[in-house]
Antibody, heavy 118, light 107 residues
Framework: EVQLVESGGGLVKPGESLRLSCVAS????????MNWVRQAPGKGLEWVSY????????YYADSVKGRFTISRDNAKNSLYLQMISLRAEDTAMYYC???????????WGQGTLVSVSS | DIQMTQSPSSLSASVGDRVTITCRAS??????LSWYQQKPGTAPKLLIY???SLQSGVPSRFSGSGSGTDFTLTISNLQPEDFATYYC?????????FGGGTRVEIK
C-alpha cells in the first residue's frame, strides 16, 4: 500500500524557517518524481514545488521561489521542503504528492499544517 | 503559465441527480487533465486522470471527457458520499495548476 507521511509543520513567526519531511512507503520511491502542494485554510489547492526522481530537475511556484528548497534522499525514501523567510501567506496544509508514470498526481499524504503568525 | 478555470464554483443537487462540472485551460493541455474529490479535513483523492480514465476503485458513476482546452466531470446518480469539493488539475506542465474548485452541496 502506497503511503506518504508528512511531518515538520508547526507554528512559526514571520521570517522564521521550517523544514517539512515526507516519508514514503509501499513503492519504489527512487523511481518517482514528487510534488509539494499546499492549501491555505478554506482555499483551493496550490502547487508549490516539483523534484524529479533523481533530483536533476527542480521547479518552484513563483510565490515561493528563492525561499523554498525541495530535496530528497532516495536512500531514506524521504522528500523534504526547506522553507525560509516564511510569511503569513505561507500558512497552509502542505501535502506530499507522488507523480505516476502517466504524469498524474496519484497519491497524496495526509498533510502537515504550517502556521505563520506573530 | 497555464491557468485553469473551473465552473460553477458551487452547486446544489439532490441524491440521484446528474451533475456536470466544467474546466477550461488557458492553452491546450491535450488530455493531461485530472479530477480530484476533497472532503473536509482530508487530502484530495484522484478520481479521473488523462481526462477520461477512471482511477482504480472509483465508482463508475464518475466520468470525464474532453481534450485540448475544455473538459467535463460528470457524476451520474449522485450519492450522499459524493457531496464534496471537486478540483481539476493540469499535468501537461511540470508546474501544475488547479481549478478553483466546485463545491457540491445537498439541495
Amino acid at each position: 500500500e502506497v503511503q506518504l507521511v508528512e511531518s515538520g509543520g508547526g507554528l512559526v513567526k514571520p521570517g522564521e524557517s521550517l523544514r517539512l519531511s515526507c516519508v514514503a512507503s509501499g513503492f519504489t520511491f527512487s523511481s518517482y518524481s514528487m510534488n509539494w502542494v499546499r492549501q491555505a485554510p478554506g482555499k483551493g489547492l496550490e502547487w508549490v514545488s516539483y523534484i524529479s526522481s533523481g533530483s536533476t530537475y527542480k521547479y518552484y511556484a513563483d510565490s515561493v521561489k528563492g525561499r523554498f528548497t525541495i530535496s530528497r534522499d532516495n536512500a531514506k525514501n524521504s522528500l523534504y521542503l526547506q522553507m525560509i523567510s516564511l510569511r503569513a501567506e505561507d500558512t497552509a496544509m502542505y501535502y506530499c504528492v507522488r507523480i505516476s508514470g502517466s504524469y498524474t498526481d496519484d497519491y497524496w499524504g495526509q498533510g502537515t499544517l504550517v502556521s505563520v503568525s506573530s | 503559465d497555464i491557468q485553469m478555470t473551473q465552473s460553477p464554483s458551487s452547486l446544489s443537487a439532490s441524491v440521484g441527480d446528474r451533475v456536470t462540472i466544467t474546466c477550461r485551460a488557458s492553452q491546450t493541455i491535450i488530455s493531461y487533465l485530472s479530477w480530484y474529490q476533497q472532503k473536509p479535513g482530508t487530502a484530495p483523492k484522484l478520481l479521473i486522470y488523462d481526462a477520461s480514465s477512471l482511477q482504480s476503485g472509483v465508482p463508475s458513476r464518475f466520468s470525464g471527457s474532453g481534450s485540448g482546452t475544455d473538459f467535463t466531470l460528470t457524476i451520474s446518480n449522485l450519492q450522499p458520499e459524493d457531496f464534496a469539493t471537486y478540483y481539476c488539475q493540469q499535468s501537461y506542465s511540470t508546474q501544475r495548476a488547479f481549478g478553483g474548485g466546485t463545491r457540491v452541496e445537498i439541495k
